[in-house]
């Protein structure tokens, strides 16, 4: 039975590549493996499809329903970020970033979560280890997602690893200019003009369970928040819709890269505790927090102790 390498929900680069990067991993060392994804490719995000019609990458397979099959899991281990019937399913590896989640096992299985910036770090080390090299195409995905999720080495969550690993993935890829790249990457990502609200605040989204409130956080990553000001209220409307579906909370982090903050929509039952999270007050329907960049570093984790996690 092969394994099916797959990411969280509403995937990003990282967990597009890191699939595609973990499968080669796993076929290099005699396993039968495939790269999926929770969504159809025609839905990839902006960004995402960029970066592997740039290096000559083949979409990961569509795979939304897990129950008896194999599975490896890349950039999560949150039962709420797996595909459906993800308790029906062997998980046989996690190769993560994160916190680690709420998924387990009967078994032992293959278990790396380190604390770097991106997924792509913890496998660039994975295949050095196991003497494995990375084809040219390959490293190109892993180091665009280390260039994606440190915001080219802005983010609190970027360490000396990412940093090291895009160093020599640049060399393998054949890419001289890494600050080009993440511009181009940039461009795509933070293009909102034409697109529905829907697809703006899910293209970078996900759900968390905190002491049995779901909270969602999606960002928008944007070169200057001028590029949202004609569609603030129409991406409010779309919030108070995604709340209306059974959360507490729903939060859009619009992340000014050049500035370096991010101002945080807000859409909650109770939003003090939001406020409470950040130490600052909504003026309006948002609150600018200077420095925020990362959701896994700055925002949930705020959040998970303002609501008693």
Request: aromatic content about 4%; proline content about 3%.
């Amino acid at each position: 039975m092969s394994i099916c390498v797959v990411g969280h929900s509403n995937p990003d680069t990282d967990s597009v590549t890191a699939a595609i990067a973990f499968a080669h991993l796993l076929k290099a060392q005699g396993q039968d493996a495939v790269a999926c994804m929770q969504i159809n490719a025609d839905k990839l995000n902006p960004e995402s499809k960029t970066v592997l019609e740039k290096f000559g990458l083949a979409a990961p397979q569509e795979l939304m329903d897990v129950a008896g099959k194999k599975v490896a899991l890349v950039d999560f281990s949150d039962i709420g970020q797996a595909p459906a019937n993800i308790g029906d399913a062997e998980v046989v590896a996690i190769v993560d970033h994160h916190k680690i989640g709420d998924i387990t096992t009967n078994n032992p299985i293959l278990f790396n979560a380190q604390p770097v910036g991106c997924t792509g770090t913890v496998l660039n080390q994975m295949y050095k280890i196991n003497n494995v090299a990375i084809p040219k195409d390959i490293a190109g995905g892993m180091l665009a997602a280390i260039l994606s999720d440190t915001v080219n080495f802005k983010s609190p969550t970027c360490t000396d690893a990412d940093k090291a690993a895009v160093a020599e993935l640049k060399v393998v890829a054949g890419v001289e200019d890494t600050d080009g790249l993440f511009m181009d990457m940039l461009k795509a990502k933070s293009a909102v003009a034409g697109v529905p609200m829907k697809d703006l605040v899910f293209r970078d989204y996900k759900d968390f369970d905190m002491k049995g409130n779901k909270i969602g956080v999606g960002q928008l990553e944007l070169a200057t928040l001028d590029q949202v000001a004609d569609i603030r209220d129409d991406l409010y409307k779309m919030l108070q819709e995604v709340k209306a579906e059974g959360r507490h909370s729903v939060l859009l982090m619009l992340t000014d890269v050049v500035k370096e903050g991010t101002d945080l929509m807000v859409v909650s039952d109770d939003a003090s505790i939001i406020e409470g999270a950040f130490g600052a007050k909504l003026d309006g329907v948002s609150m600018w927090i200077d420095g925020m960049m990362s959701r896994k570093k700055q925002t949930v984790p705020n959040l998970q102790k303002a609501f008693g996690c």
